[in-house]
């Protein structure tokens, strides 16, 4: 049976024991920001809010997340809620704030600067500070804070997204042992002997065995995780059951990999395609050439310089390309305070205008680069444009582009360029698969893309379409929710439990 919005609505309403669903996450779906007097709601460039915000309007319940916007304060009551989405309010989006010097620590200093590239197989040397060390432990104190405050005294489903909650999984085991945690790492785990370095590995270890259930995008993230515990901490690991038993508490480790809500992306379609596109191409002036396109934040484990560099290649080989094709490369800007981002960005910057200047005329450019977020309906144009996309990480958990870029293409034509090392590449085995440190590979399959007969492209584009449209965000919900429901019921209810250490007189428990 298909999974849809439907069929998650059933199960959280059916196997969820009336448990409450709250999911943490570092991103807020909405953010409110001030226009001038006004006060504007959007929606920010961010691959786990795209992900989740169908999955809440489907089950209700409360995102716990990061109060970010200027306006934020503003618009939310006393205790930092606000209903969402704005137009049509379906659940409950609770905000945490955080002073600079917190968020300076905790999101640009240990997730950012240590965690990020620690995980990222990208060559970017992890950078270990004790002061960002002591502001993630803090923050992720305020955040079960507010989780405890949430869920009040009643039984929940705790849903942890990513790497900037490491340590939330413990404490909130620690003050309410019967709720369900459950979290997903959105990125890669590395292997122990790179995880090794890490000065606080134990710590952050056992903040994770704090899960019910932990789960990764790919089986092979799931052993690098048990072999890691099964290396640095004392616990029984169970590699058959993919299991790990600590002090009495047992987490399950599962791979569950992400996607992206198909329905979604194909109603952002514009009535009139043929008008758009014109639109667009005239706006870039593109006539009609061919375009390849990459759509990335500017990160350095999305390879966006190996990709540029390889447009030069494709045009040293096959020099019949000069004038005519295109490669627009959209590079949202994205952790702008951290050195490595600011030297990528620059570095970015000068490959487009020597590969331009070497390659280009006064009348055609190879590389078009539009430094600037685009939201969904114009990427759905240029995803529906492109002859081809191409997604050269070096590393990445899963890249939810390429899912996007297949579930656009209603028409079933275009290619799908997917580096192997991306997480998507498991399942998308139709897309022409590539190294990205291969530069004349990369370059060969530029050539292939653009040269890739209808039929072909048909037959690989209908077999994409139908594994996204199989494995969806429903689907990667509803597996994960189920098997928290299954945990639901064992449970007693906390009142009865030994464990909650200090009660706030409205029946939450504090942290100690
Ligand atoms: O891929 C990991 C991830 O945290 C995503 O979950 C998120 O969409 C993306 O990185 C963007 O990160 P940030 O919230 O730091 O902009």
């Known amino acids: 049976m298909a999974w849809t919005k439907e069929r998650l609505e059933d199960v959280v309403r059916t196997r969820l024991a009336g448990a409450r ?11 409110h920001v001030y226009d001038g007097s006004e006060i504007r709601c959007m929606r920010p460039a961010s691959g786990v809010t795209t992900a989740l915000d169908p999955v809440m309007r489907a089950t209700g319940g409360i995102w716990v997340g ?49 965690l990020w590239p620690l995980c990222h197989a990208a060559y970017t040397r992890p950078r270990f500070e004790v002061e960002h ?71 952050i270890l056992s903040g994770l065995l704090g899960n019910d259930l932990l789960a990764f995008h790919t089986q092979y993230h799931c052993n690098n995780f048990l072999e890691s515990v099964d290396r640095y901490l004392e616990a029984r690991v169970c590699f058959e059951r993919f299991a790990v038993t600590r002090r009495g508490h047992t987490t399950e480790i ?10 979604e992306i194909t109603a952002l379609a514009p009535a009139d395609w043929e008008y758009e596109e014109r639109r667009m191409r005239n706006k870039l002036r593109v006539g009609n050439l061919p375009l390849l396109i990459g759509v990335d934040r500017i990160d350095y484990i ?26 627009i490369q959209v590079g949202a800007p994205s952790r702008t305070h951290i050195n490595e981002y600011q030297a990528l960005s620059e570095e970015v910057r000068r490959l487009v205008e020597e590969i331009n200047w070497r ?38 958990g899963m890249n939810l582009v390429a899912k996007e870029f297949v579930a656009a293409r209603t028409d079933e034509q275009g290619v799908l360029v997917l580096s192997e090392f991306a997480g998507a590449a498991c399942e998308l085995s139709d897309a022409l698969i590539v190294n990205p440190y291969a530069l004349d590979q990369l370059a060969e399959a530029y050539q292939t ?5 209808l039929g072909e492209q048909q037959r690989r584009m209908r077999r994409m379409r139908r594994q996204v449209a199989d494995n969806n965000i429903y689907r990667w919900a509803g597996m994960l929710l189920s098997a928290a429901g299954r945990l639901v019921e064992p449970k007693a209810p906390y009142s009865v439990r030994r464990g909650v250490r200090q009660v706030h007189d409205n029946g939450v428990p504090l942290l100690t």
């Open 21 to 31: 669903l709250v999911v943490v996450a570092n991103r807020e779906p909405f953010i």
């Open 359 to 396: 390659h280009g005329d006064d009348s055609w450019d190879p590389i078009i680069y539009l430094h600037e977020h685009h939201g969904p309906d114009k990427l759905a144009v240029l995803y529906r444009a492109a002859q081809a996309c191409v997604i050269t990480s070096l590393h990445d």
């Open 449 to 453: 893309a653009l040269t890739m007969p």
């Open 66 to 114: 990061h109060g970010s916007g200027d306006a934020d304060r503003a618009a939310s009551d006393e205790q930092g809620r606000v209903a969402v989405p704005p137009e049509d309010p379906s659940y409950t989006l609770r905000r945490v704030w955080l002073s600079r010097e917190e968020e300076e620590g905790y999101y640009y200093g240990f997730s950012n600067s240590a």
């Open 133 to 203: 060390w002591d502001a993630y432990r803090l923050v992720n104190r305020k955040f079960a804070q507010a989780v405890l405050e949430e869920v009040e005294s009643e039984p929940a489903i705790v849903f942890v997204q990513d790497y900037h909650f490491a340590l939330l999984p413990r404490l909130l085991r620690q003050a309410r042992p019967d709720l369900i945690v459950v979290q997903f790492w959105h990125i890669p785990w590395p292997n122990p002997e790179t995880f090794r370095v890490c000065p606080w590995k134990e710590e």
């Open 254 to 263: 599962r791979p569950q990999p992400i996607s992206v809500d198909p329905d």
């Open 302 to 327: 999305k390879g966006i310089p190996e990709r540029l560099r390889a447009v030069d290649r494709l045009l040293n080989k096959y020099p019949e390309w000069r004038r005519n094709f295109c490669f």
